[in-house]
């Protein structure tokens, strides 16, 4: 069998929240699977990694076996980084298999194949092999096996891997990611990661020198990295060393990361700021006493929401932007969203942007049921029970006082309440707009739009242009 493989990220049918031209530009880096490939190529294969992103099925694949990839000998590692992916990843495989119908394709993707295989190979027929959990330690001899043939290194223990850019298609319109931790085991109700603990971070000296790897491969300073983590919680050694290890290598690299709102003493924000951190995701999720309570965020709202307050003005006394993460949870009612909404108004000059969304239920395997009772015991109920085997996720009711319409239409009008069309762009342009789409190109763009689709409102940036209904 030839050494050649082919990587495909699942792209989706449609975006996950609002469906409008800019919400399919996003370029979400898969950057398991590019590792995946990474740990691939320095045992002798040549992997093409490369994102369906919103392209469509049929098309992808035409266009992947005009470029020769698509052949009996070249193995297909397909990744599924959501439920939502499902779709897309089924078409595909679907199409491949009309070309090559005995072609080989491995399904990864932790939190979708899970521990329950006999509802994802329903989903995905076409597959012909299934992983579940991490596959890092494993991915090399499981591609050995395909050619009846043992690895002559063994199977590698990396975990981590450094990414090689070089094998991932459009590498220069993506922002490089590197994992800097797994896991959080901090036990939200919400988190597939509740019990996981959270890993020791990488060593300073590795992300200062992956990320000079990155300026070395590309040839220039400007990009943006994100530190891909659940739970961003250095400690002052940690950072200090950081900044260090940049300062030797005359790094001045603009990074993002995400974190609770109450994981930071905000006297170390200051020295964030000074390693290049420009952006931060925080998962605040309510400021209702009641919610955070029930999703197990934290024992002491009042405390909790002190802190998140501190952090905020940390971060926006030292110029770094924060992105705030609103999650509308089970038993939430118009009291807790006016909770949430007033600590917000509190605190509304130092949040750049706002991510706002209901509370959906994700099939997991065996923790489904268990987290489902959870949820219905909160007050919601499923919309459409048939969506949960069907789709492999499904839409709830909150509460009675709090249904899925309402729930996404207050989201959609608390984002733009808090969030203009410039910052918009400035954060999904730092991470996940393809590099070179300008802030002109994204004006262009949104004139096309019906304000009701767009997450953000649109002050004073038609002053020379007619927007078109």
């Known amino acids: 069998m030839s050494k050649r493989l082919l990587c495909i990220s699942s792209g989706l049918l449609a975006p996950k929240k609002i469906d409008n031209p ?4 996003h370029m979400y880096l898969n950057y398991g699977l590019l590792g995946l490939a990474s740990i691939l190529e320095k045992h002798g294969y040549q992997p093409f990694v490369t994102h369906g992103r919103f392209e469509d099925p049929t098309s992808f694949v035409r266009r992947l076996n005009s470029l020769g990839l698509i052949a009996k000998d070249i193995p297909v590692l397909f990744s599924l980084p959501s439920s939502f992916a499902i779709g897309w990843a089924r078409e595909t495989m679907a199409a491949l298999r009309s070309l090559v119908p005995d072609l080989e394709i491995i399904v990864g993707g932790r939190w979708v194949v899970a521990d329950d ?9 076409h597959a012909s092999t299934f992983i579940e959990g991490l596959a ?12 009846n043939k043992h690895s002559t290194d063994g199977a590698t223990s990396d975990l981590a891997p450094v990414l090689n850019y070089r094998l991932l298609e459009d590498t220069h319109l993506y922002q490089p990611s590197i994992e800097v931790s797994r896991g959080c085991g901090k036990g939200c109700s919400f988190c597939a990661e509740a019990t996981v603990p959270l890993g020791a971070m990488k060593d300073p000296r590795q992300v200062a020198d992956e990320l000079d790897g990155y300026r070395k491969l590309t040839g220039n300073t400007d990009f943006h990295a994100y530190f891909e983590t659940s739970f961003f919680r ?10 260090s290890e940049m300062q030797n290598r005359s790094l001045l690299i603009p990074w993002r990361t995400e974190s609770r709102v109450d994981a930071w003493n905000p006297k170390m924000v200051e020295q964030l700021r000074k390693t290049g951190m420009h952006v931060i995701d925080l998962g605040l999720e309510s400021a209702s006493p009641k919610q955070l309570l029930a999703m197990k965020k934290t024992p002491k709202p009042d405390v909790y929401l002190k802190k998140a307050s501190e952090l905020l003005k940390a971060c926006y006394d030292e110029g770094i932007w924060a992105k705030v993460n609103v999650l509308l949870f089970p038993g939430e009612t118009r009291s807790t969203l006016l909770e949430t909404t007033d600590w917000l108004n509190e605190n509304m000059d130092f949040i750049k942007g706002l991510s706002v969304g209901p509370t959906i239920l994700y099939r997991y395997g065996q923790a489904t049921r268990s987290v489902k009772s959870e949820f219905e015991s909160l007050g919601a109920t499923v919309v459409e029970e048939e969506a949960l085997d069907r789709d492999g996720y499904a839409h709830l009711h909150l509460s009675s006082e709090v249904d899925h319409d309402f729930a996404t239409r207050f989201s959609s009008d608390l984002a733009r309440e808090y969030m203009t069309a410039r910052d918009y762009y400035d954060l999904k342009a730092f991470s996940y707009l393809p590099r070179d789409y300008s802030w002109d190109d ?3 763009e949104i004139c096309k739009v019906p304000p ?7 002050e004073g940036i038609f002053e020379n242009a007619t927007h078109q209904d």
């Open 442 to 444: 994204f004006k262009k």
């Open 22 to 25: 800019v919400a399919r530009r």
């Open 234 to 243: 250095p400690t002052s050694n940690w950072i200090s060393s950081f900044l």
């Open 117 to 125: 295989p006999n509802w994802i190979r329903g989903m995905l027929p």
């Open 452 to 458: 009701d689709r767009l997450p953000f409102r649109l």
């Open 136 to 147: 890092e330690g494993r991915i090399v001899e499981i591609v050995a096996k395909l050619s």
